[in-house]
């Protein structure tokens, strides 16, 4: 950590000028002189670069230096914060990051796809400098998640994060939920207001909150930042018949990043959760995230706000700027780097928990109880065991199944392993009592 302080201008090169990059020179201009004022030292940007010049970005660039090279920009003389809006894990973003560290720039950056693959490595490079690599708008957008696990919590033992850390998918789960909306119904309407990519995989195929993940397990459990190590799962095969089921039971359905320390290593997973209704986190809804932090002197934090947009991460940027105006530098992982752990990998087979399964059974005697002697040959309990029928039929979901056809089965189970669950699954399929592949989804303890 090193704080110098200084009353020079603090000179700013922005690197992408898109939706984050606009929003950062509409606080500034906005906010800046008020920033700069507490801060006791000007923000002033110096000069910015995208693709197109010509665009209009709804923000006054006059006075600004054009400079269409952003790796140029990185290590422009006139600049002494480069911030790195442009995105993408590698490429230019990744190559201009590299030269303004390597220059001596401190670095702002919203990169959170980079900083999955390469935080660990630039944190190197950017305390090997002497400089910041600051990344409050990389998670959760505006929930200032960031500062409150490397600053708020040091003086806690983290023992799990979680969060809803998508808006996309949780605007399609949230509206299937109020709306009875199938999942294909409910993705369209989220691309034509905006909400959702032309191609949506890396939203709803959870590698986007895999990405805000990894940098808050790293920041959670003091290690080196291993994307590779997350188990992804999207919320694609989620049906109106499981939000329907889990609604009856008292549960919401939900995207979590859940990392948590266990007896065999840590935990990484994305995946849909069953959460009780009456939780707090239960209740986000729409594009808004939540960030929940266990700790052992903090206890049970939730954080909930906007996670993305331009105001909200300008508004995570702005804070980064200050902590560097005031001369205020963390290593980027909070601990340095040298010391950062090798995370050992938890096998998902050994994740504990309790489980929803949805089967479409065959509409026959016996199937029932061939299930529940799988279940138990694995020794896995149920809570319940009903067999249910969708509410009604509904667009893109199928019809009600006759009799004699399929039926939806819904289990819930008391706590087990993944590979208990998991073998009796297979069991139950190899019996033939069972059409497709069963609906498994994980229910997160609170
Ligand atoms: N959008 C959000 O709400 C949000 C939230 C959190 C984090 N982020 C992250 O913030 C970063 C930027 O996202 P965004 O939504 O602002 O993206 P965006 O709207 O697509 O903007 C990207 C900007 O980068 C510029 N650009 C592309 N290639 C370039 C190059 N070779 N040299 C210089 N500039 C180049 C583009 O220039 P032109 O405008 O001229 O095409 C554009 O201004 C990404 O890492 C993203 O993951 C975004």
Not at 59 to 78: M, N
Not at 141 to 157: C, S, W
Request: hydrophobic share 45%; aromatic share 4%; with cysteine.
């Amino acid at each position: 950590m090193s704080t110098t302080f200084s009353s020079q201008p603090l000179r700013l090169g922005v690197a992408g000028l898109g939706t984050v990059g606009a929003g950062l020179l509409h606080l500034l201009e906005v906010n800046g002189a008020r920033m700069g004022a507490s801060l006791g030292r000007q923000l002033r940007v110096t000069a910015v670069s995208a693709r197109t010049k010509s665009r209009d970005r709804g923000v006054s660039l006059q006075g600004v230096r054009w400079v269409a090279d952003a790796t140029k920009l990185a290590v422009d003389p006139e600049i002494d914060v480069f911030v790195e809006l442009i995105g993408g894990a590698d490429g230019i973003a990744k190559a201009a990051v590299e030269a303004a560290l390597n220059a001596g720039k401190h670095v702002i950056t919203a990169n959170k796809a980079m900083l999955a693959m390469h935080g660990t490595e630039l944190a190197r490079l950017a305390e090997k400098k002497g400089v910041a690599l600051n990344f409050e708008a990389a998670v959760a957008g505006g929930i200032p998640v960031i500062k409150t696990m490397r600053e708020a919590l040091a003086g806690n033992r983290v023992s799990r994060v979680y969060g809803i850390l998508n808006g996309t998918c949780n605007y399609i789960l949230t509206r299937m939920q109020e709306e009875h909306l199938a999942f294909d119904v409910v993705l369209k309407e989220a691309q034509a207001r905006g909400y959702a990519e032309s191609d949506p995989t890396f939203d709803i195929g959870g590698f986007d909150t895999a990405h805000k993940l990894a940098l808050l397990t790293a920041l959670a459990f003091g290690t080196k930042v291993a994307f590779d190590s997350v188990h992804i799962e999207g919320i694609q095969s989620i049906t109106q018949a499981d939000i329907e089921a889990a609604d009856d039971l008292g549960y919401r359905i939900k995207l979590l990043g859940v990392a948590l320390q266990t007896e065999s290593g840590i935990e990484q997973r994305v995946n849909p959760t069953l959460l009780p209704k009456d939780t707090a986190i239960a209740e986000v809804a729409g594009v808004t995230n939540a960030v929940a932090i266990d700790s052992d002197f903090a206890g049970n934090l939730l954080l909930v706000g906007p996670g993305a947009g331009a105001k909200a991460t300008a508004s995570a940027i702005a804070s980064d700027i200050a902590d560097i105006a005031g001369g205020f530098i963390l290593p980027p992982f909070g601990v340095p780097s040298s010391k950062l752990a090798t995370p050992k990998r938890a096998p998902l087979g050994r994740h504990l928990g309790a489980f929803y399964v949805r089967l479409d059974a065959h509409d026959r005697p016996g199937v029932m109880a061939a299930i529940t002697k799988r279940m138990a040959e694995q020794e896995v309990s149920l809570e319940s065991i009903v067999q249910r029928r969708p509410r009604k039929a509904l667009p893109g979901i199928g019809a009600r199944p006759t009799p004699g056809a399929q039926m939806p089965v819904i289990l819930i189970t008391h706590e087990t392993t993944e590979a208990a669950i998991r073998k009796a699954l297979d069991g139950i399929e190899k019996d033939g009592k069972v059409a497709g592949k069963p609906q498994t989804i994980r229910i997160e303890r609170l």
